[in-house]
């Protein structure tokens, strides 16, 4: 079965530290791996894709990375800030031969950065 | 422009009604997708479609009915709702099949009574 799994459940830090969201996937066969923020009772907002043959992606203070053999992700946020508290849900598009785009997601990691 | 769009943002309806939920995108995108997220939980998929054809359901309940009429538009028609479907219904989009970034709409809060 495939899974994705999302370590730590949890996370407080205080404003300022840099810090790691780690996501971790049973199958290496994937399309490509999606990062999203889910801010309470609203929808999903992208973070970052990064495609099955990329290794990392960056977009402002945040950087993803791909370890397919490995079957790891692990998002770094730079400099956290209180805006940044959220959910933060990993997700794997596996590769299922259809390419429908199926998301499997990890069960997230809510995150606290206090001032 | 990456917008997914929903309505109603909520809805509160009887187990007896009739109501549908309605998400729009103009991207251009040929992929969408309903997803169901209950409260502490990640989103679940529900149905997909792609080029206005329904291509997965996640083995659904016949009370939900989705309906593609064109290529912006996907409804979720609801019907003899229970109240354990009370949930967040979320719509995403992408560009089509092979891969590529979903983008996802606010939600409609649904409440069954």
């Known amino acids: 079965k495939q899974e994705v799994t999302q370590i730590p459940a949890a996370l407080s830090v205080p404003e300022g530290e840099n810090l790691v969201l780690n996501c971790s996937f049973t199958?290496?066969?994937?399309?490509?791996l999606q990062w999203f923020r889910q801010d309470p009772g609203k929808g999903l907002t992208s973070l970052l894709l990064?495609?099955?043959?990329?290794r990392e992606q960056t977009s402002g203070r945040l950087n993803a990375s791909l370890d397919k053999s490995s079957g790891r992700s692990t998002l770094y946020i730079a400099a956290s800030q209180p805006g940044d508290s959220a959910t933060y849900l990993c997700?794997?598009?596996?590769?299922?031969?259809?390419?429908?785009?199926?998301?499997?997601f990890g069960q997230g990691t809510i995150l606290t950065v206090h001032p | 422009d990456t917008e997914v769009t929903q309505t109603p943002k909520h809805l509160v309806m009887g187990m007896t009604n009739k109501k549908s939920l309605k998400c729009e995108q103009h991207m251009g995108h040929r992929a969408m997708y309903w997803y169901k997220q209950k409260a502490k939980k990640p989103p679940e998929l529900m149905f997909v479609y792609s080029y206005e054809k329904l291509s997965i359901n996640e083995s659904v309940p016949s009370r939900f009915s989705p309906e593609c009429p064109n290529s912006s538009l996907l409804n979720l028609h609801l019907h003899a709702l229970q109240p354990e479907d009370s949930a967040l219904y979320l719509c995403?989009?992408?560009?089509?099949?092979?891969?590529?970034?979903?983008?996802f709409g606010p939600g409609t809060r649904l409440t069954v009574l």
């Open positions: 990064i495609q099955s043959s990329q």
């Open positions: 997700a794997v598009d596996f590769d299922g031969g259809t390419s429908y785009g199926k998301l499997t």
């Open positions: 199958d290496s066969a994937i399309y490509n």
């Open positions: 995403a989009s992408r560009l089509g099949q092979g891969g590529g970034e979903q983008f």
